[in-house]
């Protein structure tokens, strides 16, 4: 089943403790990506990946880091998370890209992020 | 930050009833798509449109693009209950690869 899955759905962590969010596509896209949601903002972009080993920074890259080392990963790093973090987290692949006229993203489940 | 803006906020209406969600936007863009959300989870994606086309339908769905006044409207037919949902749209363009969602609005259909 093509889908792009993230982990942990679920975490409660304290400020300053590092980690990361998992994301894997199955589906042999370029383009992944990373957003945050936050209510009566809608989905605010973090980071992209246009393939690997090429990133670049959406609106919101602060206090995050990413890494593409392969096609299907796209790690969400936190390195030292505070309370303004806690956020719902998507992950989102695409064949090729937004450059693309016909290109649609598809989206992992989400991971539900406090930071305390 | 460049970010889309759909209007209303929220909109409530009976089961049966059209639902016409709008959305603006700030730079040219390649394409916009709609897309769904329901409760929290992850979105789907509805209906794309290209820059080059005024309108376009999907089953209970059309989308309208007029890219002189940099706006889309989601109007869906016949609604039911289980449209009931959160509904963004979403631009490409405008420089560099980034991808940029508008606040949503939020769909009640009332049975």
């Known amino acids: 089943e093509a889908q792009v899955t993230q982990n942990p759905r679920y975490l409660i962590t304290v400020t300053g403790k590092k980690l990361t969010v998992t994301c894997s596509q199955n589906?042999?896209?370029?383009?992944m990506s990373w957003y945050r949601q936050d209510p009566g903002l809608g989905l605010r972009q973090i980071y992209y990946?246009?393939?690997?080993?090429?990133?670049d920074k959406g609106d919101v890259p602060e206090g995050y880091k990413v890494s593409r080392k392969e096609k299907r990963n796209f790690p969400l790093i936190l390195e030292s998370p505070s309370p303004n973090q806690t956020s719902l987290y998507f992950c989102?692949?695409?064949?090729?890209?937004?450059?693309?006229?016909?290109?649609?993203?598809?989206f992992g489940p989400g991971t539900r992020l406090t930071v305390l | 930050s460049q970010q889309g803006e759909e209007d209303p906020q929220a909109l409530s209406i009976q089961e049966g009833e059209n639902a016409t969600m709008n959305c603006s936007y700030k730079?040219?863009?390649?394409?916009l798509q709609w897309y769904r959300q329901n409760s929290g989870r992850g979105l789907v994606h509805l209906i794309l449109?290209?820059?080059?086309?005024r309108e376009k339908h999907s089953g209970r769905l059309r989308v309208t693009l007029d890219t002189s006044k940099k706006s889309s409207s989601l109007l869906i037919t016949a609604s039911r209950a289980a449209d009931t949902a959160s509904y963004f749209c979403?631009?490409?363009?405008?420089?560099?690869?980034?991808?940029?969602f508008g606040a949503g609005t939020r769909l009640f259909v009332k049975a």
């Open positions: 730079t040219s863009i390649n394409n």
């Open positions: 449109i290209r820059s080059n086309e």
């Open positions: 989102a692949s695409s064949l090729e890209g937004p450059q693309f006229s016909t290109d649609t993203q598809y």
């Open positions: 979403a631009t490409f363009g405008g420089g560099g690869f980034k991808t940029i």
């Open positions: 990946s246009m393939n690997v080993e090429v990133t």
């Open positions: 589906m042999n896209h370029e383009y």
